[in-house]
């Protein structure tokens, strides 16, 4: 069934994004889908540059008659998300994605697709290997670690290439031209805790919130989803003050550009107080139900009996640990005034483990403007500071501003149009496209990102249309053919 996507059009980017398919690139191990890139740059005879991070850079020359049009930077991350259901046997170090068509998507299954952003880096491939494309001189940069720390993008030198322009293929709206994006920041609190014998007059049970779509942190903030961290710490706060449960360990989430979409809690309940626990799952798991109707159909929440856990977490860090994940903003926090339909700030509340006495909650702030973005971490660290953690902030990283005067983006404009009649609408969007970062190592170039139509990015729903991937490779070609002289 795999090879069925390798067979669709446009040809040359179907088969390349089919074979970045195979090659295993979580981030921070995308190593051998980075050599695939070189190889097949030096296979092209074109000059193929690894730079000191390990991004790739891929130049070419302009067709007959073109050599005067400004340079262009195609840009994109070889690295995708890895996310799979509970249920799917995976290993995203060594074992392909599984993809198939339906009703017009190509899809994985039970995995991400890695369309965020292999379609990109699979077009710019294309254009490098087409003879029948006209265009100006070229150059692809495909940068590393995109997904979890920005990586490639903070580590690229000036000097290293000559664009006027970059086009980055990174964004998720076919028919959309992005002209600005959210910055961001790290937040890694840390709760410690000491480990107390469990009461052997108790019962310990497993506590599982599965079934949420989760998805990305930036562009499905939106949409309202379930946070399973939320939600597992709602019920806990109830069991605890109500029957005495004692929480002795908390999995929950597993990326932090990715809202969580199950969380996994062992508490212990004294024994007299287990049948109106187990009632209060059942209560919860019904008003969860109810309230995530729409958005989270399949959400589940079960309590089932198992061993006695050795240790519990002390009570007055348990308490502080559940009060400040309660007190934790999340989700949308401010929209846009400027830019209508945009979310300006938000957190995501995207990990929450402990282990051997301490207890780490990773968030994700984002923000398209500065100062609004520090409000947020100002008072996620009050609230944590409250709750009695240590808080630290890092990895920030700047928005990106319109410009109002770009040219390109009137270029593409006019392009659309030509090919649609209709004009594409220009928006920001609310996550962490590199343009930023690189616009600060080059300031002189105009930037412009656009892309198919992906749904459910940093999630195993995860799907890219096939007729958007048509009219954006159309796009991508006509907008290389008129590209403005020097």
Same mark, same amino acid.
């Not at 050599?35 to 991070?53: C, H, N, P, S, Y």
């Not at 979890?148 to 990174?170: K, Q, R, S, V």
């Not at 946070?227 to 597993?254: D, H, Q, T, W």
């Not at 903003?329 to 830019?339: E, L, Q, T, W, Y």
């Given at each position: 069934?795999?090879?069925?996507?390798?067979?669709?059009?446009?040809?040359?980017?179907?088969?390349?994004?089919?074979?970045?398919?195979?090659?295993?690139?979580?981030?921070?191990?995308?190593?051998?889908?980075?050599?695939?890139?070189?190889?097949?740059?030096?296979?092209?005879?074109?000059?193929?540059?690894?730079?000191?991070?390990?991004?790739?850079?891929?130049?070419?020359?302009?067709?007959?008659?073109?050599?005067?049009?400004?340079?262009?930077?195609?840009?994109?991350?070889?690295?995708?998300?890895?996310?799979? =259901?509970?249920?799917? +046997?995976?290993?995203?170090?060594?074992?392909?994605?599984? /993809?198939? &068509? %339906?009703? $017009?998507?190509?899809? #994985?299954?039970?995995?991400?697709?890695?369309?965020? =952003?292999?379609?990109? +880096?699979?077009?710019?491939?294309?254009?490098?290997?087409? /003879?029948? &494309? %006209?265009? $100006?001189?070229?150059? #692809?940069?495909?940068?590393?670690?995109?997904?979890?720390?920005?990586?490639?993008?903070?580590?690229?030198?000036?000097?290293?290439?000559?664009?006027? &322009?970059?086009?980055?293929?990174?964004?998720?709206?076919?028919?959309?031209?992005?002209?600005?994006?959210?910055?961001?920041?790290?937040?890694?609190?840390?709760?410690?805790?000491?480990?107390?014998?469990?009461?052997?007059?108790?019962?310990?049970?497993?506590?599982?919130?599965?079934?949420?779509?989760?998805?990305?942190?930036?562009?499905?903030?939106?949409?309202?989803?379930?946070?399973?961290?939320?939600?597992?710490?709602?019920?806990?706060?109830?069991?605890?003050?109500?029957?005495?449960?004692?929480?002795?360990?908390?999995?929950?989430?597993?990326?932090?550009?990715?809202?969580?979409?199950?969380?996994?809690?062992?508490?212990?309940?004294?024994?007299?107080?287990?049948?109106?626990?187990?009632?209060?799952?059942?209560?919860?798991?019904?008003?969860?139900?109810?309230?995530?109707?729409?958005?989270?159909?399949?959400?589940?929440?079960?309590?089932?009996?198992?061993?006695?856990?050795?240790?519990?977490?002390?009570?007055?860090?348990?308490?502080?640990?559940?009060?400040?994940?309660?007190?934790?903003?999340?989700?949308?926090?401010?929209?846009?005034?400027?830019?209508?339909?945009?979310?300006?700030?938000?957190?995501?509340?995207?990990?929450?483990?402990?282990?051997?006495?301490?207890?780490?909650?990773?968030?994700?702030?984002?923000?398209?403007?500065?100062?609004?973005?520090?409000?947020?971490?100002?008072?996620?660290?009050?609230?944590?500071?409250?709750?009695?953690?240590?808080?630290?902030?890092?990895?920030?990283?700047?928005?990106?501003?319109?410009?109002?005067?770009?040219?390109?983006?009137?270029?593409?404009?006019?392009?659309?149009?030509?090919?649609?009649?209709?004009?594409?609408?220009?928006?920001?969007?609310?996550?962490?496209?590199?343009?930023?970062?690189?616009?600060?190592?080059?300031?002189?170039?105009?930037?412009?990102?656009?892309?198919?139509?992906?749904?459910?990015?940093?999630?195993?729903?995860?799907?890219?249309?096939?007729?958007?991937?048509?009219?954006?490779?159309?796009?991508?070609?006509?907008?290389?053919?008129?590209?403005?002289?020097?």
């Amino acid at each position: 069934m795999e090879n069925t996507i390798a067979q669709l059009e446009p040809k040359g980017l179907w088969e390349s994004f089919y074979a970045l398919t195979q090659i295993p690139r979580p981030s921070k191990k995308e190593q051998k889908a980075a050599d695939f890139i070189v190889a097949f740059g030096q296979k092209l005879g074109l000059e193929t540059i690894v730079d000191k991070v390990g991004n790739i850079i891929i130049k070419k020359p302009a067709t007959p008659g073109m050599e005067n049009a400004k340079t262009v930077v195609m840009q994109g991350h070889i690295d995708m998300v890895p996310q799979k =259901n509970s249920d799917k +046997v995976h290993n995203f170090e060594t074992d392909p994605i599984e /993809t198939f &068509i %339906e009703d $017009g998507w190509v899809k #994985a299954n039970g995995t991400t697709l890695g369309a965020d =952003n292999g379609i990109g +880096v699979a077009a710019a491939m294309a254009v490098l290997q087409a /003879t029948d &494309i %006209e265009h $100006g001189p070229i150059e #692809a940069l495909i940068t590393i670690d995109e997904e979890t720390g920005m990586t490639g993008a903070f580590g690229l030198e000036p000097g290293l290439l000559d664009a006027d &322009i970059l086009l980055n293929l990174d964004s998720e709206d076919e028919g959309e031209l992005y002209v600005g994006c959210a910055g961001g920041s790290n937040a890694n609190a840390t709760f410690k805790y000491t480990e107390v014998e469990a009461d052997t007059n108790s019962v310990a049970f497993n506590i599982s919130l599965t079934g949420l779509k989760g998805g990305h942190s930036g562009m499905d903030i939106i949409l309202g989803r379930g946070n399973a961290n939320k939600l597992m710490f709602r019920l806990l706060k109830e069991v605890i003050v109500c029957y005495g449960a004692r929480l002795s360990s908390i999995n929950g989430g597993s990326l932090r550009n990715a809202i969580p979409r199950e969380a996994f809690a062992t508490v212990t309940v004294p024994s007299n107080n287990v049948i109106e626990f187990v009632e209060t799952v059942e209560e919860f798991a019904k008003i969860f139900k109810t309230e995530l109707a729409v958005t989270e159909p399949n959400l589940s929440l079960v309590a089932e009996k198992c061993e006695l856990p050795a240790f519990v977490m002390d009570e007055m860090a348990q308490d502080d640990l559940v009060n400040g994940i309660q007190a934790c903003p999340n989700g949308v926090i401010r929209m846009s005034d400027s830019m209508p339909g945009l979310v300006e700030t938000s957190l995501n509340l995207a990990i929450v483990k402990s282990e051997n006495g301490v207890t780490k909650v990773m968030c994700l702030i984002r923000g398209s403007v500065d100062s609004a973005k520090d409000d947020v971490e100002s008072t996620l660290e009050s609230v944590f500071r409250l709750a009695g953690a240590d808080i630290e902030f890092s990895g920030q990283y700047p928005g990106w501003k319109p410009n109002p005067d770009s040219a390109i983006l009137n270029t593409m404009k006019e392009v659309y149009f030509k090919l649609h009649g209709e004009t594409p609408e220009i928006k920001g969007i609310h996550a962490g496209l590199e343009c930023g970062i690189l616009g600060a190592a080059y300031p002189n170039w105009d930037m412009i990102s656009f892309g198919p139509t992906i749904r459910f990015p940093h999630s195993p729903d995860e799907k890219v249309n096939i007729d958007s991937v048509e009219k954006f490779w159309e796009y991508l070609v006509e907008t290389l053919k008129n590209i403005p002289n020097k």
